[in-house]
């Protein structure tokens, strides 16, 4: 079965760093497209960042610069790199990716979420 499962989440203060990790497991070919999505208190769930394999990226305006988000093929893993958090980045944090089962299938699947709050 198929799951993503996410780490890294956690409390930091404005202006501070975290990294989350996603792994990818369970009857995988390979992967197209990995990226974060994530959720406020009260908002719609939003794209974050997105990792195209072949090397292509976008990122929402509101992190471009601060944000970066990168790939290990090989791990079937993605990663975020958060600096200078501010308060506005408090979400729960969700994986997505889409990816070739070995049934074989496409299959567009979410992970669990981690939370990421900013505050002092």
């Known amino acids: 079965q198929v799951q993503l499962v996410e780490s890294g989440g956690g409390l930091v203060t404005p202006g501070g760093s975290l990294r989350l990790s996603c792994e990818a497991s369970?009857?995988?070919?390979?992967?197209?497209?990995m990226g974060w999505y994530r959720q406020a208190p009260g908002a719609q769930r939003e794209l974050v960042a997105r990792?195209?394999?072949?090397?292509?990226?976008n990122y929402a305006d509101s992190v471009k610069g601060r944000f970066t988000i990168s790939r290990d093929n090989a791990k079937n893993t993605v990663y975020l790199q958060m600096n200078s958090l501010k308060a506005e980045d408090t979400a729960v944090y969700y994986c997505?990716?889409?990816?070739?089962?070995?049934?074989?299938?496409?299959?567009?699947?979410w992970g669990q979420g981690t939370l990421v709050t900013v505050s002092s």
């Open positions: 997505n990716a889409n990816l070739l089962t070995t049934a074989p299938r496409w299959l567009e699947v």
């Open positions: 990792s195209i394999r072949g090397g292509g990226t």
């Open positions: 369970g009857g995988i070919l390979s992967i197209d497209a």
